[in-house]
Nanobody
Framework: VQLQASGGGLVQPGGSLKLSCAAS????????MRWYRQAPGKQRELVAT???????NYLDSVKGRFTISRDNVKNTVSLQMNSLEPEDTAVYYC???????????????WGQGTLVTVSS
C-alpha cells in the first residue's frame, strides 16, 4: 500500500491550500484517514481525522479553518486549509488504517509528507 500526498507549497498568511492524498495498492478496506503535521523542532501532531463513516475531528487550533474530506471510491483524503497562519507551517503527512486484500489484516500506512509554508 502506498499513500501519495500532494498540494503543499508557499502561501501568504490568510491564504488557502488544499492537500490531497491518494492510497493505492492491495486495498480491501480503509477505515480512519488522518492528517498529521510536524513543524521544525516540534513533535508530530494530529491535525484532523475522518472515520470510515465520515465523522470528523480536528485539532483545536485548526477548527473552523481546516476541513477534512474523503472519497471512498477513489481512496483519497483531502485537507482544505483556509485562513492559514504562520503557525501552520509544517510538513503535513497523511495516514490511513488499511486492510489488505490478500490477508485482510489491518495496518497503519503513511504518506511521504508535503511541506506547507505560510509566510509573507
Amino acid at each position: 500500500v502506498q499513500l501519495q500526498a500532494s498540494g503543499g507549497g508557499l502561501v501568504q498568511p490568510g491564504g488557502s491550500l488544499k492537500l490531497s492524498c491518494a492510497a493505492s495498492g492491495s486495498i480491501f478496506k480503509i477505515n480512519a484517514m488522518r492528517w498529521y503535521r510536524q513543524a521544525p523542532g516540534k513533535q508530530r501532531e494530529l491535525v484532523a481525522t475522518i472515520t470510515g463513516g465520515g465523522s470528523t475531528n480536528y485539532l483545536d487550533s485548526v477548527k473552523g479553518r481546516f476541513t477534512i474530506s474523503r472519497d471512498n471510491v477513489k481512496n483519497t483524503v483531502s485537507l482544505q486549509m483556509n485562513s492559514l497562519e504562520p503557525e501552520d507551517t509544517a510538513v503535513y503527512y497523511c495516514n490511513a488504517d488499511v486492510a489488505l486484500t490478500t490477508t485482510r489484516t489491518w495496518g497503519s500506512y503513511w504518506g511521504q509528507g508535503t511541506l506547507v509554508t505560510v509566510s509573507s
